[in-house]
């Protein structure tokens, strides 16, 4: 039995007229192929959608339409994204069915070398749903509701806390961002609601995978994190393991909400396939004395934009974007940070490594401004690239804007090889090339690894080992 | 009356062909938008095309004034004036034997053959074509200097180019050609006669052949209610060595655009800039460093000390083409933020697509650090006086490396003049 993707059949859907619609009782959702009203008000009918979502997502349609691709700036590779054969929302039985034996080869010999538990490899491979592998994890989620946290699904968050949902939502990342968080706003589903109140200090890491939801982790998901006043969380998606995907097109909106001295840090590691269009918007607003750190790594995608951003609304708000990139052969990482200082006293750091291997390409693009009604704000970026092949590629395109002359702000990048000085030195010392390289790579990224959590981080070098093998010798 | 080309009648049938086709590019062309990534930060709607005019024959009074003042370094190869690009003095005695130093129109008709080669080869990379096109079309005045293979010019190369009247245009060009192993340095000046709004749209080209050492100082100093323009190009030979250094005072609004293209193995070129805006002046600097040959070096110090509610925007960008190994490319934009108002806007760029490359950039933005300043005050130094020293300072760390004393001490002069200007 192969992955089954059927063609469209809205037959068993009796139209009476538009945005009306009876659905047949099996709990199978299509919303078909292509972007229009109609699959908005199928949407928002299957999902039971307050009124003024429904508003929402058409307006946003309608913004989507509107905007042009931003390839006077980006790759030109965004033009072959055809909107029209993507299918905009699947729920129930019409999910791609795939069974262990489906899972290829050399995915299920990337679990197996990972090391990962048998319960998740299975979850991790699309081929069950995610709660299987909840019950290990529901001793945090009991501790973590005791303490008040709401962590649901961002349908759940909108239906039984609206009060607080409807407050934060869409007011960090307007839909008219760009043409992808409009594309999000108009067809989101699935993504995780969080709420922290005033003081709690969340103990554990909220997972995105271990949360109940019968909706899988989508395509165009949509997270809202609020950090009450002195809060903190951390909060990690994708897995720590390679995330394999059917999806060709992934356009996520998260936003982050820290109030006042809160602080939240988003971790993901996304390791999608090289198919993938992963284009995802992140922003958070941290408002006085609070921190939004943001720490990334994109492994595969055939493309990924992602500028994950702070907005720093309060006095003495800090904002951090940690990032690694690593570019294989067919891929680009187009990944960076952007900082945009709105209070006094405000700092921010970035700090970003990418790896190009083969012909893989990775590129850096930032944003850092200052207006000029402040004073005392602090950029710090660094940014460095490590080309592996000689075909590797690598680029890198900062902004940086300050007014006035109470802040400083400075940007380093550099662009390097492994030296063959130093690989020549660990195979004297019995190395094969490849692990001199592995291992050399990983030192280049040593001092950032250790910012994500003990098994993201082994995880993540496990990862790269196997993304350096066969790239030299 | 709007700009016109009038073409000279001397010049060879192929020049007038790509001028005429220049004119009609430039009227096809649409005006850059800011939404072009060349053009962020910045507008092109600054140079006001429609109230421009072509420049007037001058008066002998003005040129009588403009020449008097044409007097900057001591020594000199040859000087050459232009005002409203007529040539108002030349004087190339002092030249070694065989180096070619004409005005633009000369060169035209004695060199044609080096002219049809090198003459505006290169396409516009950082966003003005319709700029590069109006230039081509309107080009009358300049110099052309050509140094044949082996030989060294010892002191300086001086031009001149002054605009005079209300909305004037001039559009002086420099081309430099340096045969293998020839050495030469050429600095143009462009000024204003008068506190005039007028327009200069300066192209400069610059071609070292293998072994060739060449330098080149632009110093625009044009009056504050002007706009200047100024699009040059480095092309490196095997083992040149090339240096620019690009000097912006004046003018309300000035856009540079400065292309360095490493064709030539172990070649070498250096960019560097000094700028000083005050009141509401607009400084743009676009820059490409183009590694195409293995080997090569770029280094590249752009250095703004901005005043009052001045902007700055520096965008640059280094590729390291395929093939390009062993690539040193370095780039390094510092703003010195003197005021509250003052806005810098950078935007450091790197492409690579080589092995075994070094590459870096930085860039800074900051005010003048107080440790530095109080250094300066605890030895008795008032505050206003150590500031000035240490813009001072941090201008000359570029000036330096222009490696000429001369020309170090006449920079350095026209940023102090600048300076006493603040008060």
Redesign the interface.
Known sequence: MSAELETPDLSDIKIDSVGDFTFPENNVYDAGYGLSEKTIDYICDVKGDPEWIRDFRKKALKVFNEKPMPTHWATKDLENIHFDEFRYYLAGDRKPKKSWDDVPEEVKKTFERLGIPEQERKFLAGVEAQYDSEAAYSNIKAAVAEQGVIFVNSTEGLHKHPEIFKKWFGKVIPTGDNKFSALNSAVFSGGSFIYVPPGVKVKHPLQAYFRINSEQFGQFERTLIIADEGAEVMYMEGCTAPKFDTATLHSAVVELVALKGAKIQYVTVQNWSSNVFNLVTKRGVAHEEAEIRWIDCNIGSRLTMKYPGVVMKGRKARGEVISIALANNGQHQDTGAKMIHAADETTSNVISKSISIGEGRSTYRGLVHIPKHLKGCKNNTECDALLINPKSRTDTYPAISVRGSQHSTQHEASVSQVSAEQIFYLMQRGLSEGEAMSLSVNGFINDLAKEFPMEYSVELKRLIDLEMEGSVG | MPLSPALSTSAPAWFKERATNAWSQFQTLPLPSV???NW??SNAKSIPLESLANADVPDSDVVKVAVAASVELEKWSARLVFVNDCLAASESSQLPAGVICVPFSQALEQHSDAMREHFMQRQMQLGSEKFAALHLAMLKAGTVVIVPRGITVPAPIEVFHWVSGENAAIFPHTLVIAEDNAAVTVVDHYRSCTSEAGFSCAVADLIGKPGSHVTYIACQEMSEEAQAMHLSSTVAGKDAQMKSFQLQLGANWSRSESVSDLVGKGARSDMLSVSLPLGDQIVDQRTLQNHKAPNATSDLLYKNALYDSSRTVFSGLITVD?GA?YTDAYQTCR?L???????????????????????????????VSEEELFYLKARGIPDNEARRLIVLGFADDVIQRIGNDAIEQMIHARVEEKFARLG
Do not use: W
């Not at chain 2, 003197?338 to 590459?359: F, H």
């Open positions: 939404r072009d990534e962020r930060y395929e190994h703003n933020l003197n005021s509250d108002t003052a806005e810098a806007n950078s935007l450091p760029g790197l492409e690579i697509n080589a092995d075994q490359v070094k590459c870096s950039h930085g860039s800074t933005s900051g005010p």
